[in-house]
Each structure stands twice: as C-alpha cells, then as structure tokens.
C-alpha cells in the first residue's frame, strides 16, 4: 500500500507547539473530522484507548497512533511534523516530533496492518525523516511522504 492511497494533501500539518501527547491526539482526531469526516470524539477516544495497550511511539522521534473505526470505510492517514518535540512515552525515551496517524474501518484486518507497515517502512529511513524535519510546509511534506512506493522505502 502506498501513503498517497490513505494520506490527503490537507491531513499534513506542522505545529508550531503542542503541551501533551493527549493534546496532540486531540488535534488529530479534530484533523481526521475535518478532512474525513469522522466524528472527533469517536476518533480521539479510540486513540487513546489504543495507547492504554502500549505506546504507538516507536523511536527516533516517530509516533504511529492508530485506531479501528466503524464510521471509516477505508484507511485514511493524518501527518504531523511538532516543531517543538512532545513526550510520548516512546520506548526509546526521545520525545517525538513525527506522527502520523491512522484510522482504519474495524473490520480492516489485512489493510490496517498493510498501511501502518507502509507507515513505519517509511518513517524508519533516516532521510525521509531526515527531508521532514528540515521542511515546514505541508504541501512539501505530503510530497516527502508519497514521493515514493513504501516498499521502496526501505532503509
């Protein structure tokens, strides 16, 4: 799965500051019902209830919050680029700066776990990140984000 099929130019967002990790998935689930539609109480509160089973910080100043849906028919994906890194319990204790969330209809086994594999090949190359830390305009970062197939995007 490639991240232009699940990632709309207007889900990328830089935000100049956030206070907590809870605030920005508060922002997230406000962009998912902007741009998809959901319905924000809906997305924030299956996103956080997926953090209760474990961090989706993964290291590297990467968070991959993801959350199962009935009102989503397919997956869709927002981007966030922090210019202020934000403590989100990531295993390698670094705060994060990159996040990029998922939403996915409930009964999308196979799908969710092939864009949230797309997601994590592609956060996990150094130059990707490498192009999104230096950049903060949104447009360019969609363009870093799909510029490739992830399965090219392996580090």
Known sequence: MDL??????????????????????????????????LDPAKAVAALLERE????????????????????????????MRLEKPVDFDAVDRQPVDLIFALFAPTAA???????????????RNP?????LRSNSKPASLHAVLTEMPASSAVA
């Open 109 to 123: 086994g196979v799908d969710h776990l092939k864009a949230l594999a797309a997601v994590s090949r592609t956060l």
């Open 52 to 79: 209760t089973l474990g961090p989706t910080a993964v290291g590297n100043g990467v968070a991959l919050p993801h959350a199962r849906l009935d009102e989503v028919d397919h997956v869709v994906g927002c981007f």
């Open 4 to 37: 232009i099929q699940i990632l709309q130019p207007e889900a990328v967002k830089v935000v100049t500051s956030a206070s907590s990790k809870k605030r920005l998935l508060h922002t997230l689930a406000d962009m998912s019902a902007d741009i998809y539609g």
């Open 127 to 131: 130059t990707i990140c490498a192009k």
